[in-house]
Antibody, heavy 121, light 107 residues
Framework: EVQLLESGGDLVQPGGSLRLSCAAS????????VTWVRQAPGKGLEWVAT????????YYADSAQGRFTISRDNSKNTLFLQMSSLRVEDTAMYYC??????????????WGQGTLLTVSS | EIVMTQSPATLSVSPGEGATLSCRAS??????VAWYQQKPGQVPKLLIY???TRATGIPTRFSGIGSGTEFTLTITSLQSEDFAVYYC?????????FGQGTKVEIK
């Protein structure tokens, strides 16, 4: 059974930093791209960042570029999102998702339960 | 980026009736559209991928159709557990983008 378990969400002041983690199990982690998708309170879904299975390639939404870094440790089946220069508008539930790649990009067949980041003074 | 526009924003349906949800892409995305269901307080769940293929375990009352820029998710005979928000997503071009969602509520 595929499981994705996020952790690390917290209350952070604007300008602060935080690292989210996602522990994966139930599939060959290093064979799949994985993605962070976020959802602000009461809002829709927003893609944040994707990393390929090997970790060699990363992709970011404009809102994350330059402030967030996605990485993975395939030896520990874990995905990370290092976030810095946090803004109030980064407040959201952050979901770790498994990608199924098609046409060069991916849809998301498994989602974690999410971890909540609140950016507020 | 490709903008995915869903309509209507809210759909009021009586249990047992059908529902048709629309999703329009700002440019062609071929058939690379997925649909997700999100119930209140729950995680999004994959329903449909490649416009019309049901994900594992998804009931046959959910069906998708479309290609290019126009996509439809149809739910026949809504059950109580189907009242939720539905999102479409394109994965043909970077960046992957979601629609703003359609809320299916009980009439």
């Amino acid at each position: 059974e595929v499981q994705l378990l996020e952790s690390g969400g917290d209350l952070v002041q604007p300008g602060g930093s935080l690292r989210l983690s996602c522990a994966a199990s139930g599939f060959s982690f290093n064979n799949y791209a994985v993605t962070w998708v976020r959802q602000a309170p009461g809002k829709g879904l927003e893609w944040v960042a994707t990393i390929t299975g090997s970790g060699s390639d990363t992709y970011y939404a404009d809102s994350a570029q330059g402030r967030f870094t996605i990485s993975r440790d395939n030896s520990k089946n874990t995905l990370f999102l290092q976030m810095s220069s946090l803004r109030v508008e980064d407040t959201a539930m952050y979901y770790c998702t498994k990608c199924v790649q098609a046409s060069g990009w991916c849809y998301f067949d498994y989602w974690g339960q999410g971890t909540l980041l609140t950016v507020s003074s | 980026e490709i903008v995915m526009t869903q309509s209507p924003a809210t759909l009021s349906v009586s249990p047992g009736e059908g529902a048709t949800l629309s999703c329009r892409a700002s440019q062609s995305v071929s058939a690379y559209v997925a649909w997700y269901q999100q119930k209140p307080g729950q995680v999004p769940k994959l329903l449909i991928y490649e416009a019309s293929t049901r994900a594992t375990g998804i009931p046959t009352r959910f069906s998708g159709i479309g290609s290019g820029t126009e996509f439809t998710l149809t739910i026949t005979s809504l059950q109580s557990e189907d009242f939720a928000v539905y999102y479409c997503q394109q994965y043909n071009r970077w960046p992957p983008t979601f629609g703003q969602g359609t809320k299916v509520e009980i009439k």
